[in-house]
């Protein structure tokens, strides 16, 4: 079932690649931060939530899945994709002294 869940998750990381830039154009980075933080909090709490219980039943176990999936799903909306967005647009040591 591992090898299950991680297809999924790598699955659903390719399939937001080109709609996660074509955002990041659309509306900005700052907007899409915070939308990628509150959706990884709000994945955390909940496995905060359901990881403090004793005894997980069945759907338990399968919400807790579901959270570390959505969790990297919010991860790669907000935080993961800027990463290859903002380094390309820091300029060298030799561009920032010739724009001074």
Do not use: H
């Amino acid at each position: 079932m591992a090898f299950t869940y991680n297809l999924i998750a790598r699955i659903l990381n390719l399939v937001f690649s080109l709609p996660v830039a074509w955002l990041y154009d659309k509306f900005g980075r700052r907007p899409l931060l915070f939308i990628g933080t509150f959706f990884s909090m709000i994945w955390l709490i909940m496995l905060g939530a359901l990881g403090g219980q004793t005894e997980l039943t069945e759907t338990a176990l399968k919400a807790v899945v579901a959270s570390v999936i959505l969790l990297q799903v919010g991860c790669y909306l907000g935080l993961s994709q800027g990463c290859w967005i903002v380094g390309p647009e820091i300029g060298s040591a030799l561009l920032r002294r010739k724009s001074e």
